[in-house]
Nanobody, 128 residues
């Protein structure tokens, strides 16, 4: 069964850090671009980051709102993609999802979130 499973969410104070994981089962993440997205209550889903496959160009992409604070990476041996989130702000609070469109490279409009397969999400809360 092909599946993406997010984990690592939780509650942190502003300025804190979290590392989210997106683990794949039933297929190898190595060949596919993986995107991270988030959705806060009452807001539209937002593209956070995308990483192309290692066999493609491995490029990373970030939303302007998270550049310099978030880092996306992949560990192909663990079949997992990570999102390291530092200097968290209250506006980062949302449910975070990982997804793939079964392509090797992040599409030019990756932040639109037109991806085919999604995980179930993990909640991130940022408050004092």
């Amino acid at each position: 069964q092909v599946q993406l499973v997010e984990s690592g969410g939780g509650s942190v104070q502003p300025g804190g850090s979290l590392r989210l994981s997106c683990a794949a089962s039933g297929f190898s993440l190595d060949y596919y671009a993986i995107g991270w997205f988030r959705q806060a209550p009452g807001k539209e889903r937002e593209g956070v980051s995308c990483v192309s496959s290692s066999s493609s160009d491995g490029k990373t992409h970030y939303a302007d709102s998270v550049k310099g604070r978030f880092t996306i990476s992949r560990d192909n041996a663990k079949n997992t993609v990570y999102l390291q989130m530092n200097s968290l702000k209250p506006e980062d609070a949302a449910v975070y999802y990982c997804a793939t469109d079964w392509l090797g490279s992040c599409p030019g409009n990756w932040d639109r979130g037109d991806f085919a397969s999604w995980g179930q999400g993990t909640q991130v809360t940022v408050s004092s």
